[in-house]
């Protein structure tokens, strides 16, 4: 079946522009995840929904950075006043239903390609 | 709080040689632990994982085991072939999933 999709794959903007990320996870996953990964590093976790819910947001770099997935399958992120340090690439993953503990965290993550995106 | 370190790359091997990426944790409680592959020009791919204490992941060659005496998890392939250049990550998931990524180690693979 279709793996979780990103678009845009690319993203150059203006310092200051506000820009949007969208994220299609694989169909039936419950669980998103938003991460950033910087050059040459692991990605860093930004934010994570489970369904419409958004149970974690602590991983936002700051205030410009906002994310929603109002119906609980498409989620969106968004960065506004966007600055250099914005660069990176910005990685989305999905999973399923979370089976026994929820502390556990056994589920396999799913990750789409990234958008990258140049802020100049 | 959680954390993950993974041994620093880039890794250069010959081919067939053995590999072995060395990964260690901290982390409160009974994480899971995972490899994850980053293929050149490809996403994220999960390689194997191990959910508790002793258990082996394994997968295309490559195996780790869980070492909770040793908060370890090296990854290690018995003899390394050209197509597994890429990098490779070692993480731990707790409390709903969320991943703690280490920095990554490039491996690269000569003929």
């Known amino acids: 079946g279709a793996g979780v999709s990103q678009s845009p794959r690319y993203k150059v903007a203006k310092r200051g522009q506000d820009v949007a990320l969208r994220c299609d996870p694989i169909s039936g996953h419950v669980s998103l995840f938003w991460y950033q990964q910087a050059l040459g590093q692991g990605p860093e976790f930004l934010t994570y929904?489970?369904?419409?819910?958004?149970?974690?947001k602590s991983g936002l770099p700051s205030d410009r950075f906002f994310a929603e997935r109002p119906e609980g399958s498409v989620s969106t992120l968004k960065i506004q006043r966007t600055q250099q340090e914005d660069s990176a690439v910005y990685l989305c993953?999905?999973?399923?239903?979370?089976?026994?503990?929820?502390?556990?965290?056994?589920?396999?993550?799913?990750f789409g390609p990234g958008t990258r995106l140049l802020v100049l | 709080g959680n954390s993950v370190t993974q041994m620093e790359g880039p890794v250069t091997l010959s081919e067939e040689a053995f590999l072995t990426i060395n990964c260690t944790y901290t982390?409160?409680?009974?994480?899971?632990l995972f490899w994850y592959v980053q293929y050149p020009g490809e996403g994220l791919q999960l390689l194997l994982k191990a959910t508790k204490a002793d258990d082996k992941g394994s997968n295309k060659g490559f195996e780790a085991t869980y070492r909770k005496e040793t908060t370890s998890f090296h990854l290690e392939k018995g003899s390394v072939q050209v197509s597994d250049s890429a990098v490779y990550f070692c993480a731990l998931s707790r409390y709903g999933n969320t991943l703690v990524f280490g920095a990554g180690t490039i491996l690269r693979v000569k003929s």
């Open positions: 929904f489970q369904n419409e819910a958004q149970l974690d």
């Open positions: 993953a999905s999973s399923p239903p979370v089976r026994g503990s929820f502390r556990e965290g056994r589920e396999t993550q799913y």
């Open positions: 982390a409160t409680g009974y994480p899971s």
